[in-house]
């Protein structure tokens, strides 16, 4: 071989290697919502360059709740989302071959939303009273055995469907004398009500023994099976963005307003405070960012089993794998 040949091939091998070096698996990710405070882990992984370190490149969008985050998931649409466990078990019931694969909520987010001066002061008091909800709505079908824990009659709460861009609005202008939402909701509820002088209460469901798996993230059987490497990766990733947003909540803002100038810096910071105990608990504390156990898994599946409409029984087992989850906790 001539010098000059072993020179272009060398040249040649060294170019390919830092091709590959420089290649990263394109993912399609769909978050369950708008973005808002508590994806602030996933925006710190970005911002961090943490996907980019496990050989990832994410296009993060929005999305349109967790139920079609679940189906765009199933099918194909989006590589990788974040959804309730919820739609998972509900969607599994209904032949969507999709998995939830990381817990992020390990606490259920769920709560009644009321205006204080308005004579709610506990439970009970809802009673004769209206409450906002969009139709089918996990608050929504979680009512009736929110009024049974709380020692109330469901019954004679009544509810008012309303689109999802209206509840604030009908709260605030007492249209409803309550709503249902989750608990990171409360800072753009609270600031707009503080523009009319009003101060806003609420009921939290887990406080009353309801809770279940809530938001975590979602990945269809095929992806799993044929992209288990890429799905561990992105995994890993996703929990190091919020471990490190719980310790570095500041620098997790900026990350969100980078990507988001448009929205209130306060606000966001206020919905990751908000959601840090659904995503710091107990358990998590022990066991890892991310974990997931059997027994609440069984829980959860009861549970929604109780409230929404399914199709074939499904069991813990049938909705979640844990290889993907990395060991990461934070004291």
């Keep these: ?52 370190d496990a050989g990832l490149d994410v296009d993060i969008q929005r999305g349109f709740g ?19 466990a919820g739609s998972v078990i509900v969607g599994r019931s209904n032949g969507l071959k999709i998995k939830y694969v990381a817990s992020l909520y390990e606490k259920s987010p769920d709560v009644i939303f ?55 609005a009908s709260l605030v202008a007492k249209s409803v004398d309550s709503i249902v939402g989750f608990i990171n909701e409360e800072p753009p509820i609270r600031a707009a009500a503080q523009k009319t002088g009003l101060q806003v209460g609420h009921f939290v469901f887990s406080d009353f023994g309801i809770d279940y798996y809530s ?31 719980i310790k570095n909540p500041q620098g997790a803002a900026d990350a969100f307003v980078k990507n988001y100038p448009e929205t209130s810096r306060n606000i966001v910071i206020e919905q990751w405070n908000a959601a840090l105990p659904l995503i710091m608990t107990d358990n998590t504390r022990k066991s890892g960012l991310g974990t997931i156990e ?22 813990a087992g049938d909705v979640y794998v844990t290889e993907a989850i990395p060991n990461v906790r934070i004291e």
Aim: proline letters at 3%; hydrophobic letters at 45%.
């Design 215 to 245: 938001l975590g993230i979602v990945v269809s059987d095929d992806t799993l099976a044929k992209r288990p490497d890429v799905v561990k990766r992105f995994v890993a990733a996703t929990i190091k963005g919020y471990a490190w947003s």
């Design 1 to 52: 071989m001539s010098k000059l040949h072993a020179t272009l091939l060398t040249s040649a091998l060294l170019f390919a290697a830092t091709s590959n070096a420089l290649a990263q698996d394109k993912l399609l990710f769909s978050l369950q919502w708008i973005p808002n405070g508590n994806h602030f882990g996933v925006f710190a992984a970005k911002e961090q360059g943490f996907y980019k």
């Design 66 to 84: 967790s139920g079609d985050t679940a189906k765009r998931v199933a099918t194909g649409t989006a590589d990788i989302g974040i959804a309730d």
């Design 294 to 315: 059997t027994g609440k898994m069984t829980d959860t599946v009861k549970l929604i089993s109780q409230i929404q409409k399914m199709g074939a029984p499904v069991t």
């Design 114 to 168: 009321f205006i204080k001066d308005n004579k709610i002061d506990k439970p009970k008091d809802l009673e004769g009273r209206t409450i906002g909800a969009t139709a089918g709505e996990a608050g929504e079908k979680l009512i009736p055995l929110f009024a049974e824990k709380a020692g109330f009659d469901g019954k004679k709460l009544n509810v008012v469907n309303i689109a999802p861009s209206a509840k604030y």
